[in-house]
């Protein structure tokens, strides 16, 4: 998935995928179902975008697992 030229909407927290506020399974959840289910996309895509790559692909979501449950680095700070 890359991100789209345009405006984007405000991003709050990179790795808050569902936009909720936290960061927590939900967000993991949320962006399983976005990438392979077909589920709704983030409000902010740059959120999905864990590893700050422009792509949001398998390595963010090993990005998120590595912080959540392995003690693995922070996400980056939301570009948009």
């Given at each position: 998935?890359?991100?789209?030229?345009?405006?984007?909407?405000?991003?709050?927290?990179?790795?808050?995928?569902?936009?909720?506020?936290?960061?927590?399974?939900?967000?993991?959840?949320?962006?399983?179902?976005?990438?392979?289910?077909?589920?709704?996309?983030?409000?902010?895509?740059?959120?999905?975008?864990?590893?700050?790559?422009?792509?949001i692909d398998i390595?963010?979501?090993?990005?998120?697992?590595?912080?959540?449950?392995?003690?693995?680095?922070a996400p980056i700070?939301?570009?948009?």
């Amino acid at each position: 998935f890359m991100f789209q030229s345009g405006p984007q909407p405000p991003c709050f927290e990179e790795a808050d995928v569902n936009g909720d506020g936290t960061i927590d399974i939900s967000d993991l959840v949320y962006l399983v179902s976005y990438m392979f289910q077909g589920g709704t996309a983030p409000i902010c895509l740059a959120e999905a975008d864990v590893d700050g790559s422009t792509t949001i692909d398998i390595s963010d979501l090993v990005s998120l697992v590595g912080f959540m449950f392995q003690g693995g680095a922070a996400p980056i700070t939301c570009l948009f």
